[in-house]
């Protein structure tokens, strides 16, 4: 009996352990069905501006997990951020089937610096900021003061225990990543010393200022460091604290077959979960006995890319994490690209022929090289497989996947936890942001006396000539949206509702959080002072000769309720100075009502049903509930009247007809709105990079002066065809950057030079 019972209670400790272990895969995988990961690359035209002249980027919006052109989202915001994270630029930018294009135009109101310009979609914001896209730009104004003081020699060091934390008397492997003033790895030696100044470690980096010792903590023990840079400079850093008691884990590839996993700590159940790309390739538990225990995982079963390796004790809690990167075997996708000409002559057309894989859609950068423009390393397949995992910021990142000399494992040392919060994965609560799959979507809340109003109907309408209408209903927590189907560029907006005691206010619909990233200090070398001088007389005589772009043309659209039962140009007519009048005599399908002073609109004249309840009355697409206003406005600068004399669903609303009044202006008449009144800026206009044309003697004989920097600009490339384009008034090199993606998911860039001649 003793025996079977204690059979009983080890088939129970056991099945107990499994489910534990189970749970945390279990919890996982329903997280990842669910949490589709989007990924978004920017390619920019260049890094360095001056202001006054034009950024031009492509989208790229991408399946995290298969890099595969992502259909989710239908819109992304781009945002040009100073270095206290304050936007100084805000645009929402159109996706079609991942990919979208637009522009920036850098404003004389900005200061010289460094800024951030990063892209997200609206989904991505459930996930945290150190997920979007990001990258550095610098932009200086010329025609201010500009930071020229010399830059102090600085070193941030920073120490990254193996598996995230220094524990008491258990041996652990210490990363450090040291960045100068520039933000770049630096070159320095130094020395752990412990409370009693004694040496217990020395360390200096093997590469871009990253490197790794090993470290036994003692008990109640402290540890600094003291660091000489290659100045002679000499500072001290603290380490990490060490816990009393932890965990330690340590990832060993000896080369072989497979990754020796080592963790120590005290005794008890531990599980470790594998996965790569929302994917478990593993998922184990074994007994910590006498403070270790250790996993083996198999090479050849990780998926391509970085593998997280998270250790959870029994209560399903995350102890380690140590990232591992399995370089890909997928090369980068092969792009083509030559010239018909080493060199040219000034205002001589060029021809690029470019050679591109099937259903490759790529981006195509032709600008002049200076002494300010760098030469950015990152490109769209070293992102995808390394940064866009990765928190902060990663140095040269396309050696780490094109030479397998260079130590990869120190990044993934020194890049901290995961993208996974654990604490949502374990208890999953619903995204507070759904992804915008059809269009942009504007949010906002309905209050009276600051307390939320249900079921209210809550009306957007831009004044204007094209008359688009957005209706929405408040919830039980008076949050309204607002689906912004063909609303482009800055519009003045109207909000409102039926009621005017009620307010309505709108919700920026950028992110308010902010990633772990810093931009070095901004000081301009003066070496450079002409070559600036040039750049900024390049750019003012640019933009007084040349158009900035060409807009493209907008098919005419029809109002939102489509082709009305009846038209009135009211010019046909006879003019009636009273509206009221015009209404009676010429409209017969609409009743002109009046009970004591207060007028009323009923439509008439439909057999299959009766009319209860008031049309919807429009001025210019925006919504008047009180007919005397309309009443009262001058008949005069009214220039037509559509009735829709049938009922009409739109969103969630219906109304028993429609009364849209227009005016020749867009100008509402002179009627003065209710409700919100405020500018508003909905996706960007669709606009075409300009470049004149050199085909006749008398056009490369102009007098004209043609100072761009900026040659060409192509955002959607998806043939093996020529490019043509022609040089303009300045000489030197030329770089060509090709920056692209194939639906089958495969990335890739290329790069070529070329000379225009003097």
Not at 147 to 169: N, R, Y
């Amino acid at each position: 009996m003793i025996a079977r019972k204690l059979i009983g209670l080890f088939l129970m400790i056991s099945a107990g352990q499994v489910f534990g272990q189970d749970a945390v895969r279990q919890a996982f995988e329903q997280y990842s069905q669910k949490a589709f990961q989007e990924k978004v690359y920017l390619h920019s035209d260049r890094s360095f501006y001056v202001v006054g002249e034009t950024l031009w980027f492509k989208l790229y919006v991408v399946d995290g997990t298969t890099h595969q052109p992502a259909d989710l989202s239908k819109v992304a915001y781009l945002e040009l951020l100073d270095a206290s994270h304050a936007p100084v630029l805000q645009s929402k930018v159109s996706l079609e089937k991942g990919k979208g294009h637009g522009m920036l135009i850098l404003p004389a109101t900005l200061n010289s610096g460094r800024y951030h310009l990063r892209a997200y979609t609206n989904w991505m914001k459930n996930f945290g900021a150190d997920l979007y896209y990001e990258k550095p730009l610098t932009i200086v104004n010329s025609f201010t003061k500009i930071p020229t003081q010399e830059k102090e020699p600085q070193l941030d060091l920073q120490f990254f225990p193996e598996g995230g934390h220094l524990v008491e008397s258990l041996p652990s492997r210490v990363a450090f990543r040291g960045i100068n003033e520039n933000g770049l790895g630096s070159t320095f030696s130094g020395t752990i010393l412990n409370a009693s100044d004694e040496t217990v470690a020395t360390f200096r980096p093997e590469h871009l200022g990253m490197g790794s010792f090993v470290l036994t903590p003692k008990a109640g023990e402290t540890y600094r460091a003291v660091v000489k840079d290659a100045a002679g400079t000499q500072r001290t850093y603290p380490l990490p604290d060490v816990q009393k008691s932890g965990y330690v884990l340590t990832v060993q590839d000896t080369g072989k077959e497979e990754l020796e996993v080592q963790v120590a700590g005290p005794d008890g159940r531990v599980s470790l979960l594998v996965h790569t790309q929302r994917s478990v390739q593993q998922s184990e538990s074994s007994m910590i006995r006498q403070g270790k225990t250790q996993f083996w995982v198999k090479k050849s079963d990780l998926l391509e890319g970085i593998t997280h390796l998270t250790l959870f004790n029994a209560n399903r809690q995350p102890l380690c994490e140590r990232l591992y990167f399995k370089r890909p075997q997928r090369p980068a996708m092969k792009l083509g690209v030559k010239s018909d000409k080493a060199a040219y002559a000034r205002r001589e057309k060029i021809a690029l022929t470019l050679q591109l894989p099937d259903s490759a859609d790529v981006s195509v950068a032709v600008y002049r090289l200076d002494s300010l423009q760098g030469d950015a390393s990152e490109d769209i397949y070293s992102y995808l497989w390394l940064n866009s995992d990765l928190k902060g910021t990663v140095e040269a990142p396309a050696a780490y996947l094109t030479d397998p000399t260079t130590n990869v494992d120190l990044v993934m040392l020194t890049h901290g936890w995961s993208r996974f919060r654990w604490d949502e994965v374990m208890r999953p609560v619903p995204f507070r942001y759904i992804p915008e799959y059809e269009t942009h979507l504007l949010y906002g809340k309905v209050t009276i006396n600051q307390q939320p109003v249900a079921k209210v109907p809550v009306y957007l309408a831009a004044p204007g000539k094209d008359v688009w209408l957005y209706p929405a209903l408040s919830d039980t927590a008076g949050r309204v949206f607002f689906q912004m189907k063909h609303f482009e560029g800055m519009n003045e907006v109207v909000v409102q509702t039926a009621d005017t005691l009620q307010r309505v206010e709108l919700e920026s619909p950028f992110s308010d959080q902010f990633a772990s990233r810093t931009l070095p200090a901004f000081s301009f070398d003066q070496t450079l002072k002409n070559a600036l001088l040039d750049r900024s007389i390049q750019m003012q005589v640019r933009n007084a000769y040349q158009p900035l772009y060409q807009a493209v043309p907008v098919t005419d659209t029809v109002a939102f309720y489509g082709i009305a039962e009846k038209t009135y140009k009211l010019d046909d007519y006879t003019r009636f100075p009273v509206l009221e009048e015009v209404m009676r005599e010429y409209v017969p399908e609409v009743d002109v009502r009046r009970h004591q002073s207060q007028f009323s609109f009923l439509m008439l004249g439909r057999a299959e049903y009766s009319f209860t309840q008031p049309p919807l009355v429009l001025m210019d697409g925006v919504p008047v509930f009180d007919v005397n206003k309309v009443l009262a406005l001058d008949p005069l600068r009214i220039k037509r009247l559509d009735v829709v004399n049938r009922r009409y669903f739109l969103g969630p609303l219906l109304f028993e007809g429609i009364v849209s009044f227009r005016s020749y202006k867009g100008d509402l008449a002179g009627l003065q709105p209710e409700g919100l009144v405020t500018s508003y800026e909905g996706v960007q206009a669709q606009r075409e990079f300009y470049s004149p044309r050199y085909d006749t003697p008398q056009q490369r004989q102009s007098r004209t002066a043609d100072f761009r920097t900026l040659l060409y600009w192509a955002p959607q490339v998806k043939t093996t065809q020529a490019l043509d384009f022609y040089t303009s008034d300045l000489s030197g090199t030329y770089q060509v950057v090709i920056q692209g993606l194939s639906a089958q998911g495969d990335a890739g860039s290329q790069r070529m030079t070329f000379e225009v001649q003097k």
